[in-house]
């Protein structure tokens, strides 16, 4: 985005927008970045971006004062001459070698310091880390072809400790790639906007920083599930016409583009990412093909396969019934321009990705391409068992005949186990607020700061649930954030999970809740949205009347509306 056009985008952001609050620590004049950066989060979130900036020089202290700033987000964006002024081009304390000694020395002091101060502040609010993205001064005595010793200790100072603060839950990195060479220098440093106003990037450097920094604030929800096209797809060659002895996935089979594509679908599927699989095929020749112990991907990686002679959007829509998923959460890649139109004309919402088989270097651009959509902060224990419960439940129920669903129910053993936050939600907690769109009260969004406040107003609460049966764990899948006062509970948000669905789960939580705080009544913060229709529907029936804002359930009326069983928490804890 160029300057231009961000100051035009925040002249037309309404003055009631819904605030975030951003605190930007750096030890330059942030100048046009903080622009930049406001833009870039009001067009991928429309909120208003109120920016709090640090000292200059000081980015140890801006981060020491972030803490206590009440902001939702902190940035700190660390260059060279915040480990040593010597390192930067606004201060004349000599480049001499007999000085390396003690720059680096002073370097790796500092990032130590900046280190410690990010990890206390990231225990109360989440931090972005962007480690120098500026080149080196020409201080090294090496050409510039040679990486000097100096050079490489300083970037070894920073990654180390970069990487340890990686593994904190709050904190994330920016993936900057390292400048390099001149070309790389005049793309990022702006020498005299450096020297005359304290501001170092060039504005096109200063853009993509501002969009990768929004990016990492916003955090878009990933998605969800990928449905593949088998045929010069997951493999070469048409497996009806060859047989399932004469389709390719190796370098010595001129297909190891096929071969990268199941690796990295068996890692989306190692982290929790659903897979299906639709083809154009006969059923009995797939299930051979399936049976070939050489693939990458296997067929238990695959749930559902829907192999058939149907058009291919029938298909994909058994298999978002059966996830139970929206389109919009799900990628859909085939070899064939028309089989993606196809798809894409009956949803408009779902991404479709062409796999060009016959350009390797286009094919793996889409493997990207992929691996970003699925792209997430870090790996939770729920994204482990997505998968897995999916399958389970479906050979479970599968076995019986469908009239028998509720006795399926009863005899799965379903344990809840409940629990309340004391001072800070944990990572699940916040990413189910922020991706479920079904079971959403109102589709309110909360960032981690947001939900600590609310734990430390008068009665907040924050209680998650966790689901598991006889047929193994669902994880935590439910979240109820209010307000308790003597007589009645003020429900604010409420999500569950898909894989949830049908279990009883929301007649559980509301079951705690009256059994826990021993309250009259509860009322919902209700708000229709275009994909809340669960919410929706659970609560008419509840009340007896279409939901709305301030709407209230007795405990009376919920009692009429529940079963025995449905009253029944199973195992409840609290911590």
């Known amino acids: 985005m160029k300057l231009g056009e961000a100051l035009s985008l925040l002249r037309s952001i309404p003055i009631d927008a819904e605030p975030i609050n951003i605190y930007l620590a750096c030890g330059f004049t942030s100048l046009h970045l903080n622009t930049l950066l406001a833009a870039e989060v009001w067009q991928l979130c429309h909120r208003k971006a109120e920016i709090q900036n640090g000292l200059y020089g000081d980015l140890s202290g801006s981060l020491r004062k972030s803490g206590a700033s009440r902001a939702d987000f902190v940035v700190c964006i660390v260059e060279w001459s915040d480990l040593d002024p010597r390192l930067g081009i606004r201060s004349l304390g000599g480049w001499l070698p007999a000085l390396f000694p003690d720059i680096t020395e002073n370097a790796n002091r500092r990032m130590l310091e900046f280190e410690h101060v990010i990890a206390e502040v990231s225990t109360s609010v ?97 998605k969800k599930g990928l449905i593949t096209d088998l045929d010069d797809t997951l493999w070469k060659g048409l497996v009806g016409e060859v047989g399932p002895d004469g389709i390719g996935w190796t370098l010595d089979q001129g297909a190891q583009i096929h071969g990268l594509y199941q690796q990295l679908l068996a890692a989306l599927a190692g982290a929790g990412v659903l897979l299906g699989a639709a083809s154009k095929n006969d059923p009995a020749v797939v299930e051979a ?91 939770l224990g729920e994204d482990l068992l997505r998968a897995q419960s999916l399958r389970r439940s479906a050979h479970a129920v599968s076995s019986l005949p469908s009239p028998s669903y509720e006795r399926f129910l009863d005899e799965a053993k379903p344990e809840l186990h409940v629990e309340y936050c004391r001072s800070s939600p944990d990572a699940r907690i916040v990413e189910l607020i922020n991706k479920t769109n079904q079971f959403n009260l109102n589709g309110k969004r909360h960032t981690f700061t947001s939900l600590r406040r609310h734990l430390q107003t008068d009665g907040g ?42 279990r009883r789960i929301e007649y559980w939580c509301l079951q705690e809740i009256f059994e826990r705080f021993g309250v009259d009544h509860v009322t919902f913060d209700f708000q229709p949205t275009q994909r809340n229709a669960p919410v929706r529907d659970f609560l008419a029936n509840m009340l007896g009347a279409p939901p709305f804002s301030g709407c209230k359930l007795t405990r009376t009326g919920f009692q009429a509306q529940c079963s025995p069983s449905d009253q029944t928490v199973l195992v409840a804890s609290y911590v």
């Open 126 to 222: 989440p931090v972005m880390l962007s480690c120098p993205t500026l080149p080196l001064p020409p201080i090294m005595f090496t050409p510039k072809e040679q990486a000097g010793s100096v050079e490489l200790e300083l970037r070894v100072c920073i990654s180390s400790s970069a990487a340890r603060l990686s593994h904190l839950p709050n904190v994330k990195v920016l993936n900057v790639p390292q400048a390099g060479g001149p070309s790389e220098a005049f793309a990022r440093l702006d020498a005299k906007s450096e020297l005359l106003t304290g501001f170092p990037y060039n504005l096109s450097h200063a853009a993509i920083m501002a969009a990768m920094l929004a990016r990492l604030i916003a955090e878009l929800p990933p």
């Open 289 to 379: 093909t399936f049976a070939r112990k050489e693939l990458i991907l296997t067929k238990e990686h695959l749930f559902p396969i829907e192999a058939t002679w149907e058009p291919k959007s029938r298909s994909v829509a058994r298999i978002l019934s059966f996830w139970n998923i929206g389109a919009d959460s799900v990628v859909f890649v085939d070899d064939s321009p028309t089989e993606l139109a196809e798809v894409a004309a009956a949803y408009p919402g779902i991404e479709c990705l062409q796999f060009p088989a016959h350009d390797w270097n286009a094919a793996y651009r889409v493997l990207e391409q992929i691996r970003d959509r699925f792209g997430k902060s870090r790996l």
């Open 461 to 502: 609460f924050i209680m998650g649930t966790s689901y598991k049966d006889k047929y193994g764990p669902l994880g935590k899948i439910a979240v109820v954030c209010g307000t308790r006062s003597s007589d009645a509970v003020h429900v604010e948000t409420w999500v569950m999970s898909c894989r949830g669905f049908s």
